[in-house]
Nanobody, 118 residues
């Protein structure tokens, strides 16, 4: 199983930006589609975005505000989040999608907290 380490979360005001990073180890990370899911208090975990080698997928709420990218040399996947609102407050988890960007995650990391204040 790939080791996933998320970073970049924290507090931010409405309208602000944050950049999350996910570092992965091993060939499995470089071969898989990598994404982000999130879980807000009292809500189910939901898909945010994922990136493969030739494609990307975003949740509707992320389109136009979030950008996912991949740095193969550093074995990292980043999520740039702009124009954040309090509804984006959640724990964000880096996720591995072995079947591609259109599949459910197979597993995820420990998560990083994002808190957006109004």
């Amino acid at each position: 199983q790939v080791q996933l380490v998320e970073s970049g979360g924290g507090p931010v005001q409405t309208g602000g930006s944050l950049r999350l990073s996910c570092s992965g180890s091993g060939r499995a990370f470089s071969r898989a589609a990598v994404g982000w899911v999130r879980q807000a208090p009292g809500k189910e975990r939901e898909f945010v975005a994922a990136i493969g080698w030739r494609d990307q997928r975003y949740a509707d709420f992320a389109k136009g505000r979030f950008v996912i990218s991949r740095d193969s040399a550093r074995n990292t996947v980043n999520l740039q989040m702009n124009n954040l609102t309090p509804e984006d407050t959640a724990v964000y988890y880096c996720s591995i999608h072995n079947g591609g960007v259109n599949t459910q995650p197979d597993y995820w990391g420990q998560g990083t907290q994002v808190t957006v204040s109004s």
